[in-house]
C-alpha cells in the first residue's frame, strides 16, 4: 500500500453552526460547504475547505457533530466539551487492498467498509493499534484529479 494524502482532519464539535463562525471569523476561512446530515454514522458533516498554490483541492477540516443521541462521537464530545481533534483520514487508491494490508499486520479495523461522507468507501483503524490516532482510510475519488 502507498499512502496518499492527507484528505481531512475530523473535528468533533457540539455544534457545527458555532465552528462554522470560528473558521470564518477567527481562522479566515473562505470556502465552507453547506452541512448536511449522515444518519447512518450518527454525525451531521460540514467541510472547510482549505486552498492550494496550484488550485487543486485542498486539505478539509471535516467538522462533525452528533445527529442524535445515538451519535458514536456522544462520548468523545462528552470528554472533550469544547469538541476537539478527532481523526485523521488518508487516502488510498484501492481500499481493498488497503484493508488487507493493514488486516496483515495485526491492526484492529472498527467495523465494516462503508460509504463516507465524501461517496468513496472508508474504515478506520483502532487508534491504540495506530499511534493514539483513530485514522481513517479513504479511496481517492475518482475523476477529481487530486
Ligand atoms: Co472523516
Not at 464530545?77 to 484493508?99: M, S, T, W, Y
Request: overall charge negative; charged content about 20%; glycine content about 12%.
Amino acid at each position: 500500500m502507498k499512502l496518499g494524502r492527507l484528505n481531512h482532519i475530523g473535528v468533533a464539535t457540539p455544534s457545527i453552526a458555532d465552528s462554522i463562525a470560528h473558521y470564518r471569523e477567527t481562522m479566515g476561512a473562505t470556502d465552507i460547504v453547506a452541512a448536511f446530515g449522515l444518519p447512518e454514522q450518527g454525525v451531521k458533516v460540514c467541510f472547510v475547505n482549505t486552498p492550494t498554490p496550484t488550485g487543486m483541492d485542498g486539505t478539509q477540516i471535516e467538522l462533525i457533530e452528533p445527529y442524535d443521541e445515538s451519535s458514536p462521537i456522544n462520548g468523545f464530545l462528552a470528554k472533550n466539551p469544547l469538541g476537539g481533534q478527532h481523526h485523521v483520514c488518508f487516502e488510498v487508491e484501492d481500499i481493498a487492498a488497503a484493508r488487507e494490508w493493514f488486516e496483515g499486520q495485526g491492526k484492529r479495523i472498527l467495523g465494516p467498509t462503508r460509504i463516507g461522507a465524501h461517496g468513496t468507501p472508508i474504515f478506520f483503524l483502532h487508534p491504540k493499534d495506530m499511534q493514539g490516532i483513530l485514522t481513517e482510510i479513504m479511496e481517492t475519488p475518482k475523476g477529481e484529479g487530486h
